[in-house]
């Protein structure tokens, strides 16, 4: 069992940044591939960027590529999201997600255990 629990969100401006974080707890985190993903509103839940257990294998979804940065401390069981120049189209509830493996990829039915989740809201 892992438990899962995203922070850093907010409210912010276009263009500006945030750092989500997201502590992990329970069986080795160092074995699990996480994921970030994001829910708008009516909309249904997006990968947005994946690495793998060790950390030398990372993939991002096109919207974000080279705005968003994920990164992992597995000494502090710790997965981070850094976001910069954010937009509206950005707004979205933020979850982490860690996989049964080493391996997660982009499909959400890779991923067992999930956060519940931080807000981020970006104003034009």
């Known amino acids: 069992q892992v438990q899962l629990v995203e922070s850093g969100g907010g409210l912010v401006q276009a263009g500006a940044s945030l750092k989500l974080s997201c502590a992990a707890s329970?069986?080795?985190?160092?074995?699990?591939?996480m994921g970030w993903f994001r829910q708008a509103p009516g909309k249904d839940r997006e990968f947005v960027a994946h690495?793998?257990?060790?950390?030398?294998?990372?993939d991002y979804r096109d919207s974000v590529k080279g705005r968003f940065t994920i990164s992992r401390d597995n000494a502090k069981n710790t997965v981070y999201l850094q976001m910069h120049s954010l937009n509206p189209e950005d707004t979205a509830a933020y979850y982490c997600?860690?996989?049964?493996?080493?391996?997660?990829?982009?499909?959400?039915?890779?991923?067992?255990?999930w956060g519940q989740g931080t807000q981020v809201t970006v104003s034009s």
């Open positions: 690495i793998n257990s060790n950390g030398d294998s990372i």
């Open positions: 329970g069986r080795t985190f160092s074995s699990n591939a």
């Open positions: 997600a860690a996989a049964w493996g080493g391996w997660g990829g982009r499909a959400l039915e890779a991923y067992v255990y």
